[in-house]
Nanobody
Framework: QLQLVESGGGLVQPGGSLRLSCAASGFTLDYYAIGWFRQAPGKEREGVSCISSSGGSTNYADSVKGRFTISRDNAKNTVYLQMNSLKPEDTAVYYC?????????????????WGQGTQVTVSS
């Protein structure tokens, strides 16, 4: 079964950090760009970050630049999203997605696989 599984979400205080993981099973991520997306209640899905298949190119939404870092470990078939200096407005369900295409296409939501999502809540 081909799937992406996110983990690492939870409740954190403002200013805190979390690291999300996106692990693939049933296929290798080597040839896929991976995007992280989030959706807060009542809001549209937002592209947060993307990393190319080689890891040589990354991009970030302006709202998270300087605070979030995306990385990948192809040996572990996993992509990470390190989130620092978290704010209440970062609260959302975070999804990872894989696309055998450039990040410019992945961030538009045109992907091959979606994960089930992990909840991130930033609150005191």
């Amino acid at each position: 079964q081909l799937q992406l599984v996110e983990s690492g979400g939870g409740l954190v205080q403002p200013g805190g950090s979390l690291r999300l993981s996106c692990a693939a099973s049933g296929f290798t991520l080597d040839y896929y760009a991976i995007g992280w997306f989030r959706q807060a209640p009542g809001k549209e899905r937002e592209g947060v970050s993307c990393i190319s298949s080689s890891g040589g190119s990354t991009n970030y939404a302006d709202s998270v630049k300087g605070r979030f870092t995306i990385s990948r470990d192809n040996a572990k078939n996993t992509v990470y999203l390190q989130m620092n200096s978290l704010k209440p407005e970062d609260t959302a369900v975070y999804y990872c997605a894989a696309g055998e295409m450039p990040c410019s296409t992945v961030v538009a939501g045109n992907v091959d696989y979606w994960g089930q999502g992990t909840q991130v809540t930033v609150s005191s």
